[in-house]
């Protein structure tokens, strides 16, 4: 059984020296009647832990602390994708709205001269849903692998839409990368001042797609070839 140190007090408010507050005097109190009801003896304490076990396990532990919740499966289909890290974080980020996007960084307070898209000159805040399935680039982009870019208030029901129209085991690869290209084509007209061209997109989602191909799974790698190949 256990043991308690102080049990042996005749008073367990004897052990404080200072006044309690009245929350902490109730807690005494609840900690007087759970003492009163234990069964001491002179046998060594024994221990268990909440799932029913005297073995400690951290994951175990981890997931009683940080309990249960529902996540979205695109995140499953985020980490087990084949993407390389860098493309896997920057998707994180995107279904997380955390892309650095200019609405965001107005929300953050950012002082710029303009919050609008620059792809298309568009007098419309560059919002994530807008930036990547809204934008007249974004959806030139999205037709090249002969997908309409919908919007949906749910960014989530976007992902599946297209998922249903892609239908190809590696469909969360296409999806990340075409953000990607988006992303990337937006960073060069404001960094390098590089005119967003729908060709030159196509043809840097063509060359991050062949070197997918270095990571993917062996078994998707010859409907990836010829997925490629049917691009126009």
């Known amino acids: 059984m256990v043991s308690v140190e102080g049990y042996d007090q005749t008073l367990l408010h ?11 005097h109730v807690q005494m109190l609840q900690l007087q009647e759970m003492l009163d009801e234990l069964n001491l003896s002179e046998d060594p304490d024994r ?9 400690f396990s951290v994951k175990k532990a981890y997931r009683h602390l940080s309990g249960h919740l529902d996540i979205h499966p695109a995140f499953r289909w985020l980490w087990a994708c ?5 493309h896997k974080v920057f998707f994180w980020l995107l279904l997380k709205d955390r892309v650095s996007t200019r609405e965001l960084l ?5 002082d710029l001269q303009d ?22 680039f974004a959806i ?9 870019a919908s919007k949906h208030s749910d960014h989530f029901q976007s992902l599946q839409n297209f998922k ?8 969360m690869e296409i999806i990340i990368l075409m953000c990607w290209t988006i ?13 967003p061209i729908i060709q030159l997109a196509k043809q840097n989602f063509k060359d991050e797609f062949q070197l997918l191909l270095l990571r993917a799974k062996r078994r998707y790698s010859p409907k990836i070839e010829q997925w490629i190949a049917n691009l126009i």
């Open 14 to 24: 004897s052990l404080f020296h200072l006044p309690l507050s009245q929350q902490a």
């Open 47 to 55: 221990w268990s832990y909440i799932w029913n076990s005297n073995k």
């Open 82 to 86: 084949s993407c390389q890290s860098k």
């Open 106 to 110: 107005r929300r953050k307070n950012m």
């Open 115 to 136: 919050f609008n898209c620059v792809l298309r000159n568009a007098a419309v805040e560059e919002s994530m849903s807008h930036l990547f399935l809204e934008c007249p």
């Open 140 to 148: 030139q982009c999205w037709a090249l692998i002969d997908i309409p």
């Open 164 to 171: 249903d129209q892609l239908r190809v085991p590696f469909f």
């Open 183 to 195: 992303w990337k084509a937006r960073n060069d007209l404001i960094f390098r001042q590089v005119n």
